[in-house]
C-alpha cells in the first residue's frame, strides 16, 4: 500500500467500483470528505434519503448517492444501490493509514521457532514467542506481544500494544486494535479457608475470520474448553468478555459491554454500548439489546431488549427515587382504599414475580 | 527535574507563592503530606472550613489554610486565598516523579523524518514514525507509539504504552495516561449480504491545549470528520469517546464514562462516574451529569441531571423490582376504584410520554 | 518450569495432591479438561453434586470427585474433599502456560540502580528505571513498564505491557494481568479562574501479598496518602480504582467495576460486575453486591445488596418507564379518591426520603 493516498479520477472510480457516473469523468477526487460541508476536490455519499436536500449545497466535488436521490445534487454523481457500502470500498482505496514496511525490524524480538508468512510487517518493539505462526501479509503493530503458540491468520493487523496469550488462534482479516488483550488468565477462584485459590486457566481464545477487536477490550481465555468469538464478529473498544463465552457469527458489540462468564451470544446479534450481560445465560439469534441494558436471564426469542430509566433533571430524578421507595405506601394506601370499598383486593405484596434476580 | 525532592523553607515558599507567612520562616519543609495525622517535617493544607478544627492537631510541622480558619492552627501557617490551589502550586516543587532524561534512548525508534523539539525525552521502547512533530520539552514515556504524521504540542507528556493513531493532533501541555489509546479506528460498520463491512475511518483526533486523558482511555478518530476535545479538557481513565465526538473546553469527566459516537458535550460540563451518554445528541455548557447516569437524549438547559436507583439490601431490591413491574395492575386498580365511585379516571397506560427512549 | 505439560501416572497425582485413588494407580495422564465431553487421557472435575449424574458418561479417564458422588463414575477416580481445591493444584502441575526464560533479555532496559532477585525473568522490551526492586523468582513480561523506586515482592508475574507507577509497593505472588495500569496519576484538579489545575498526586499504590489485577485494570495513585489493596485481593478485568481507596484482604471485584476515589472496602467483600461504587463511603467487612448496583452510600450492615432493574422486551420497558414517569399521577389519583372517601391521606408526595442521592 502506498503511504501517499492516490489521485483517481471520477471515470475510475466508477470503472472499479461498478457505478453509474453522472458528470465529467476525467475529474480528479483526491480524497473523501463528508458533505457537511464539504470539501473541494473529495468525494462524499449521502446513505439517508431524508437528508439529500439538506446536503444539496455540499462544497464536495462528487456525491456516491442512490438513483432516488440523484437528481438532488447538481453537480458530479456517483450511483450506487447501496451508496454507504460503495463509499466505504471507494473510501478504503484513500485510506493510507494502514501502510507498513514489510519485514522484521530490528527491534522486533522473533523467537526461531515462530513462522511468519509472506509480506507480513513486524514493528518495532513487537515480541512474538516460541512456535508462533503468523499468516501472509499480516501486521504486528509496534510493541504487540504475541504469546507462544498462537495462530494468527492471513492478512490480519494487530495495531500496537495489542496482547495475545498462549495458543490463542485467530483467523484471517482480523484487525485487533490498540491496547486489546486476547487470551488473558480467566477470573476463575476457588474459595478455601487460606483464601482464594486461583483454578489455573488452559482453555484458549479461538476467533474466527474477519473479526475486529476494539481498544483495550479484553477477551479471557477459557478455563478449561474455549472461549469462542465466530466469524464476521465486531467488538468495539473497552468490551470485557469473561472466560468461556461464546460469540456467534455476524454478531456486533458497541463499546463499553461486559458479559460474564459462560454466556453464550447468538448469530446477528446487536448489544448496545454499556449493556451488561450476567454469566452462564443464553441470548439467541437475531437479538438487539438496547444500549445500557441489564440482561439478567436467557434471552429465547429474538427481537428487541431494554432497560434503564434515563437521566432527567436531578430534582425529578431524586423525587423520582423517593417515588418509588415508597411503593409500598401505594400498595397499602390501595388496599385500604379496597377494604373501606368492600372491593376485591388486586395482587399484593408477597405474590410478586421476583424470578429476574 | 530533579529526581530528589527539594528542601525548601517555609520562607521560600511563601516568597515563592505570594502568601503570607505565620511561623518560622526558616524551618525547612521536606515534602507534603495530608493533616490526618500529618508528617513532621512536611505541609499539608486544608480546603474545607468545616474539617479545620478536626486537623487541629495535626503533625504536619505547617498548614496552607484561607485566612478565616489561620487561627485554628497553633502552629506554621501560610495563608492564601484558594489554599487548595496554592497548595497544588507548592506541591508540584515536591513532585518528583515526572523528572526525565532528555534525549533519545537508544532502545526507541525514531522516523528520521520525525521532528523532534529541544529538551524532548524519549523513553525505552518509544516508536515514533514518520513525519510526526513533537514540541519542545515533552516527554515520551516508555513504549510509546506515535503513529505517522501525528503533532504532539510542547511540554506534553505520554507516560508509558500509549497510543497515538496516525494524524493525530495533540496540543501542548498534554498528559496522556499510561494505556491511553488516542485515535483508534472507529467503530464504522456497514451492514450488507456478506456480513459487516468496516467504514474506513479517515478522520483525526484533534486535542487542543492543556487535556489530560486518563489511563487506558480511550478516544476514537472520527469517520470523516474530526473528533474533537478542546483546550482544558480533563479525561480520567478508562473513559470512551467514539468517533465524531466534540468535547467543549474545560469539561471534566470521570472514569468509566461512556460517550458514542457523533455527540457533542458543551463547555465547563462535570460528567460523573460510570455515566453513559448516547449517540448524535448535544449536551449544552454547564451542565453537571451525576454519576451512572443514563443519557439518552440532548440536555438543553444548563443544570444537574441524574437517574438510576441506588443499591439496598438484596431483599428490598427484589421486592421493589416486582413492586415496580406490577405497576400495570396498580393502574387497574386505580381505574377499578375510580369507576366503583364514578370519579373522572387518570390517565391511562397507553397515554405516557415514550419519547426518552 | 518446564515448556512441555508432564505427562502424570494418576498414582502420582494421587500421591502428591493426597487423595485417594480408587482405579488404576499407573494410567497416565497428559491433561486436564472439562467432564463435557471430557478428553480420553486427561483429568476432569466435579464439584457440584447435582452435576454428577449428568457427567457419568464423560469421556476423560479420570474425575476428582467428592466421596459422596465417587460411585457415579465408573472409571478412574480421585477422591478429594473439596474437589475444586484439589483440581486446581493438579491443573497448575499441567500448566506450562507461565513458564519463562530466566535472565535479563537483552532488548529489555533495566537500570544499574535496579536490584533484580535470583532467577527472575525479565522480557524483552520490558522498561525498569532506578532503584526498582524485584523480588526472587518473578517475571517482567515483554514491554512492562516499572518506574522509579517501585518494589516488586518475590514470585510476582507482571504478563505484558503493564505500568507500575513510580514507588508503589506490591507483594509477593502479584499477578497483573495484560495492560494493568498500577499507580498512574489520580484524577486530582483544582478549579480555578483560569480552567482546571493539577493536584499533583504523590501517594503510591500499596498492594498486598497474593494480588491479582486483571487486564487493563486501572488502580490510581493516592493523593497525599497511598491507596491500598490488602492481601489476597483479586481483581478481575477492566476494573477502575480511584485515588486513596483501600480494598480489604480477600475482597474480590469482577469485572467493569468503577470505585470513586477515597472509598474503603472491607474484607471478604465480593462486587459484582460493572457495579459502581462512589466515592468517601465505606463498605463494611462481609459485603455481596450484585453485579451492575449503584452504590451510592456507605453499607453498615454485612449482607447481599443490589440494585438496578432486569431487561426485558423492548416494548415493555418504554412502558415501564412511561409508568415510573406517571408515580405523581397515581399519587394524585390516590388522593383524590382518598379525599373523595375522606380517609386519612398516605404519606404524600413531598415528604419522601431522598436521603440516597
Avoid at 489455573?200 to 481465555?221: C, F, M
Avoid at 464478529?233 to 458497541?254: E, F, M, P, S, Y
Wanted: proline share 6%; hydrophobic share 45%; with cysteine.
Amino acid at each position: 500500500m502506498p503511504a501517499t493516498p492516490p489521485l483517481l479520477t471520477l471515470g475510475a472510480i466508477a470503472e472499479r467500483h461498478g457505478l453509474a457516473l453522472r458528470g465529467d469523468p476525467a475529474f480528479l477526487i483526491e480524497g473523501v470528505c463528508s458533505l457537511s460541508p464539504g470539501i473541494p476536490g473529495r468525494i462524499g455519499f449521502c446513505a439517508d434519503p431524508k437528508l439529500a436536500h439538506q446536503f444539496a449545497g455540499s462544497q464536495a466535488s462528487a456525491v456516491v448517492v442512490s438513483s432516488r436521490n440523484a437528481g438532488v445534487f447538481a453537480g458530479n454523481v456517483l450511483v450506487a444501490a447501496n451508496p454507504a457500502l460503495a463509499f466505504a470500498a471507494i473510501a478504503r482505496e484513500f485510506d493510507s493509514s494502514e501502510a507498513f514496511a514489510v519485514g522484521i525490524d530490528r527491534s522486533a524480538s522473533v523467537a526461531p521457532s515462530a513462522r511468519i508468512g509472506d509480506d507480513c510487517g513486524i514493528a518495532p518493539g513487537a515480541v512474538i514467542e516460541a512456535d508462533v505462526a503468523i499468516g501472509a501479509g499480516s501486521y504486528v503493530g509496534p510493541n504487540c506481544v504475541v504469546r507462544r503458540g498462537a495462530t494468527i491468520g492471513a492478512g490480519s493487523r494487530l495495531e500496537a500494544n495489542v496482547y495475545v496469550g498462549p495458543d490463542s488462534l485467530i483467523g484471517a482479516r482480523a484487525r485487533l486494535l490498540p491496547g486489546a488483550v486476547i487470551g488473558g488468565r480467566g477470573f476463575g477462584l476457588v474459595p478455601s479457608k487460606a483464601g482464594w485459590v486461583e483454578m489455573p486457566q488452559l482453555g484458549r481464545v479461538v476467533i474466527g475470520d474477519d473479526v475486529e477487536v476494539g481498544a483495550n477490550t479484553t477477551i479471557d481465555r477459557g478455563a478449561l474448553d474455549d472461549t469462542v468469538i465466530e466469524d464476521g464478529v465486531k467488538l468495539d473498544n473497552q468490551i470485557q468478555i469473561a472466560h468461556n463465552c461464546r460469540i456467534g457469527a455476524g454478531t456486533a458489540i458497541a463499546a463499553c459491554v461486559g458479559i460474564a462468564g459462560s454466556t453464550t451470544i447468538g448469530r446477528n446479534c446487536m448489544i448496545g454500548g454499556a449493556s451488561v450481560i450476567g454469566g452462564h445465560i443464553e441470548i439467541t439469534d437475531n437479538v438487539l439489546v438496547f444500549g445500557y441494558a441489564m440482561v439478567t436471564k436467557s434471552i429465547t426469542v429474538p427481537g428487541q431488549y431494554g432497560s434503564g430509566i434515563p437521566a432527567q433533571p436531578a430534582r425529578d430524578w431524586r423525587r423520582e427515587v423517593a417515588r418509588i421507595r415508597r411503593l409500598p405506601k401505594v400498595d397499602e394506601r390501595l388496599a385500604a382504599i379496597e377494604q373501606h370499598l368492600q372491593m376485591t383486593p388486586g395482587t399484593g405484596d408477597e405474590n410478586g414475580e421476583q424470578g429476574d434476580l
